[in-house]
C-alpha cells in the first residue's frame, strides 16, 4: 500500500484525476470501478470540465441503495447520471438495480458483468467505520456482490443527503471485498477529520474483518491519498514536526505494517 499525504483536497483531486487519466490512455480497451459519495466529486468535476474521449471504457459502481429508483435524488445511479454518465461518451456503464425485489437474481447478475468486466482501475472512498462500498464491520471478506445491511453509523453518516433520516435506506446492492481485490489497481481517496480514525486503523491496525478497508493492505498495486486533515492521526504524521503536507508517503504491507520513509510506487503520483 502506498500512501500519499498531501495538503487538502483540491490537491488530491488533481493528483487523483491524472492517476485516472493515465489509466484510460493506457489501453485500447479499459474498466474502472467508480465509486459515489462526496469524496469523487471533485475528480466528476474535472472530468466534466475537461471532457476526454472515453468511448473505451467500461464502468462498474460498487453500490447502490435497496428500494431507490434509478432516477431517484439520492440513488447512486442517479448521482453517476448527473455527475458523469450524462456528460461523456462512456462505451458501457453499470451499477446494481435497486429496484430489483429478487436479491440472488441482481446479485448473480452484478457479478456476472463484474467477471466480464474486472476493473483496471478501483475507485474507492472510506466511510468513517472504514467500509469500503457498501462493506460494513464485519464483513467476510470473502463475499461477492451480496445485500448488505447498513450500521447506524453509515445512515447517519448518509442522512446529510435526505431530507429526513427516516428516508435513509437502511439496505443496498455492494460489491464484494472478493471482487474489490480482484481489481488490478485500487485508489483509495480519504478527506477531512471525519476520516482520521479509519484511515489510521486501515494503515496501521491489522487486517481484520472488524476494519474492511484494512484488507487493501493485502492488495499488490493500492494507493491512497488523503489530505493533512484525513492523516492527522497517523504516527507518522505526528511524529514529524513539520507536518506531511505536500507529500508525506510509505509503503505500508500486510498486518505488520512498516513505513519504508520513501516514496513507494504510487502508480502517478508524485
Ligand atoms: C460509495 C461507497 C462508499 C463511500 C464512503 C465514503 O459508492 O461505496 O463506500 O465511498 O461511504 O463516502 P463519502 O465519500 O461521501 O465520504
Sequence with gaps: MSLYVVSDKEELT?????????????????????????????IYEMF???????????????????????????????????????????????????????????????????????????????????????NEPVTDFELRTHVEELTQDTIDANSRFFETPDEVPTSAYTMGIKSIMEAEQILLIAMGTSKAEAIKAMVEGPVTEAMPASILKNHPNVTVLVDREAAS?????????????????GDHHGSDNHSSGGCGSGGGCG
Design 14 to 42: 488533481k493528483l487523483a484525476y491524472h492517476m485516472i487519466l493515465g489509466v484510460i490512455h493506457s489501453k485500447k480497451e479499459v474498466t474502472l470501478g467508480l465509486a459515489t459519495g462526496s469524496s469523487p466529486e471533485g
Design 233 to 249: 492521526l497517523l504516527e507518522a504524521v505526528q511524529n514529524s514536526s513539520g507536518g506531511c503536507g505536500g507529500g508525506c508517503c
Design 48 to 134: 466534466r470540465k475537461s471532457r476526454p474521449d472515453v468511448s473505451h471504457v467500461t464502468t462498474v459502481n460498487l453500490d447502490e441503495y435497496i428500494g431507490l429508483p434509478a432516477d431517484h435524488e439520492q440513488s447512486y445511479a442517479y448521482f453517476m447520471k448527473t455527475q458523469l454518465f450524462d456528460h461523456l461518451n462512456f462505451k458501457e456503464t453499470h451499477i446494481p438495480d435497486g429496484m430489483n425485489p429478487d436479491h440472488e437474481a441482481e446479485c448473480a447478475r452484478y457479478d456476472a458483468i463484474l467477471a466480464a468486466n474486472v476493473p483496471d482501475l478501483q475507485l474507492l472512498g472510506i466511510g468513517n467505520n472504514g467500509h469500503i462500498a457498501f
